[in-house]
């Protein structure tokens, strides 16, 4: 049982190392694009994709592998649909 909390602590300290490293930065939910400004001069607190068009107050904070990951899924739907 003992060693069942030893691992625990140590899965604990490399997640926390994990998130200290990563560099998070803001993307866009539908495109996984970082290319976002605010709408109508961040007054409306909107967010719109130079990329995908999207005009939205959600957007993700991400690190570079889920950014792919969305901007994968994109295209993907993006080839299936045209």
């Known amino acids: 049982m003992d060693a069942d909390l030893e ?3 140590e899965i604990e300290k490399l997640v926390a190392e994990d998130d200290d490293s990563e ?4 993307v866009c939910p539908v495109c996984g694009s970082p290319d976002l400004y605010y709408e ?5 607190g909107l967010y719109h994709c130079k990329y ?3 005009i939205g107050s959600f957007i993700i904070d991400a690190n570079e592998e889920m950014a792919r990951m969305i ?12």
């Open 7 to 9: 691992d625990m602590d």
């Open 23 to 26: 560099e998070m930065m803001q």
């Open 40 to 44: 109508t001069g961040g007054v409306e």
């Open 52 to 54: 995908c068009d999207y």
């Open 71 to 82: 901007r994968k899924e994109y295209d993907s739907e993006a080839r299936n649909t045209a």
